[in-house]
């Protein structure tokens, strides 16, 4: 099997490289992130005037086209230096914009993938509940109710990432509570954030603090019919085909991260210098490194397996999750051996290794948790559903 990229490809993550080394580089990604007040805006403004917001959006809605592997390329490179403020560009053209060319009317896909393309319009994804986000059906208390021209909609939403920056809210909502199956009598409202009706509080947390993940109160917020995306009442089934590329996106985000992490320790390991000698020099530091290659290469060649079956239209969803899995733990793995041989400089504020690990941390629990991912892988050979 050949998983290389084709000249094109390349040559676009050569484009991205160039791009991410002189306008996102390591130092003010760290800068940006430490800050939990503000929105990485400085970031959103480089990545719009760069076009970048188009990546993945169809040609004929205003953006430049691509499928989940242009995207996956982009995201790898990308995530290198930004980690989790990757998410500036991935909440918008990733989350946002493929529910809504997957779902969205011609009208809608005319008012709002043209602006998310340009940069002109920020998205942030509100399903979580404060009581529960793996069980995310059970937990959804947020309803809405049919009204003259709209919905009614209240409810309480949790860790809403970028939800003060927002233009528009994707909210998950049950509209109907007289169903059978909880995956039924969902809807999906795409919320003007200017509506009456919302609160957002920041939620100080452990990595992407710049990202501003909130909780949100929905208190009688009037959403008009032309913003509710997709059938009323089927959001879920609107939901599943996007599940997929998720998976994929966040594979690239922690290799991305890997091949951060990876360099950094290089770099550091044939500077440094203890009992006369280059860190490099001694064998468990050698051993270290090596894991970690050995990481990124396997988190690799999953990450393009998957991609390839996805863009060829095959059915990937165990092994979809086998890569969200195995991605964030080598992500993870790699920048806690990555500390270690930084040393004291690797728990540091000043370097970047604390900060991919505090941002990818959070990957093993989200967007499914890695517990939740081994139910389903243990469920496709035919062991009997655990919960
Ligand atoms: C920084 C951050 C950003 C986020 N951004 C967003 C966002 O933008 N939008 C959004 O909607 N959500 C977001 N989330 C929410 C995220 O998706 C949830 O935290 C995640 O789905 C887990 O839900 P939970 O935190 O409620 O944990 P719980 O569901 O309470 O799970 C707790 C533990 O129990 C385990 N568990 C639960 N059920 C089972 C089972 N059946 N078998 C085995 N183990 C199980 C879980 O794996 C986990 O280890 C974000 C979360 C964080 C922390």
Redesign the pocket.
Known sequence: MDFSLNEEQLAFRDIVRRWVNAEAPKDWMRQLEADEENYPYPLWDKLKEQGFFGIGIPEEWGGLGGDVVTQMIFAREFARTAGGLL?TWG?TSFGGAKTITAVGTEEQKQRWLPAMAAGDLRV?????EP??????LG?MKTHAEKVDGGWNLNGA??????AKAADRLLVLARTDKNVEKKHHGLTMFFVDNKTPGITSSL?P????RA?G?CSVTYDDVFVPDEDVLGEPGQAWYAMLPTLNNERIMVGAQCLGAIDGVLEDALAYAMQRKAFGKFIGQFQIIQHYIADIATWQQTTELLLYYVAQLQSEGKKCGVEANMLKMVATENAVKAADLGIQILGGMGYSAETDMQRYWRDHR?LR????????V??TIAESLGLPR??
């Open positions: 998410w909440l942030a994804l509100s399903m979580t009581d529960g986000g793996t069980d995310v937990a939403k949790m860790w809403t990432t970028g939620l947390k452990l990595g992407m990202m993940s959070i629990m989200t967007p499914i948790s890695n517990e939740m081994r139910n655990s919960f």
